[in-house]
C-alpha cells in the first residue's frame, strides 16, 4: 500500500523537529534529511522559495539573484523531477530494455541531484551579514582549520580548483570534522556520508552578470553574506560537532 505524500511545504509546516531519531534539516528551507513517512515521490521534488527578498544580499544584484534561483536553480529541480520520471518508467527486466538510454539518465539523476542539493545550500548559507557570533559550527571550524580566517581562504581555494564547480565545507564523520571539497560539476568530488555545511558556488552563472571575470569580487562579497546561524542549524542537525 502507498503511503500518502505530502508536499515539502506542508511536511516543513507541520515540524521542523528532530523525528525518528533522524535529524531534519531545516535551515532556510533546506531539508537534507528527512523521515520515509515524508518522503519526496520520484518526479515530485519542489523549488523552494528563496529565504529571504531577491533583493537581499548585499552585492549580488536582484537580477542576478532571481536568474541563479528561479532559472538555474529550477532547472535542477525540474531536470531531477524529468530524470526520475524517465527512470521509473524503465523496466531493467523487462525485454528490449535500453540500456544506453538508463545509463544516460542514471548520470543526469546525480548531476541534477547534487545540484538541486547545494543549490538549496547555498541559498541558505547567505541572507545574513557574514558577522559570527559565537556558534558552535565557528568554533568547529577554528578547531579544524586553525582559525576562520584560514578557513575562508582555504574555502575559496577549494572554489578556484574546481573551476565550473563548487567549494564545499561538509561534516565528515568519516574523519570527525568539518573538510573542504572540492567539488567539479555538482556531483564529482563528493565524498559519502560527508554533509555540506556551507556551499560555494562558483559556476559562472552565480557571478558573471555583476563581476564579469572578476571572481574574487565575488568570493568577497559571498562570505560577506553568510548567515551563521542557518550555518549553524544545519552543522548542528548535521551531528557536527
Ligand atoms: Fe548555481
Redesign the pocket.
Known sequence: MMMPRITRREFLGQTLAAVGGGALLSAGGLTLARPAAAAVAPGQHVLPPLPYAYNALKGLSEQLVTW?HDR??KGYVDGRNAVETALAAMDPAAAGFDAKTYAGLKKQETFHAC?QI??EV?FSNLGGDGGAGGQAVVAALERDFGSLTKWVADLRAAAIAAGIGWGVTCWDPSCGRLVNFSVESHQLGAVWGAVPVVAL?C?E??FYHDYGPDKGKYLDVFFQNLHWDRINERFQAAGGQ
Do not use: P
Open positions: 541563479h538555474h536553480f545540484g547545494l543549490h547555498y558556488d559556476w552563472h552565480a
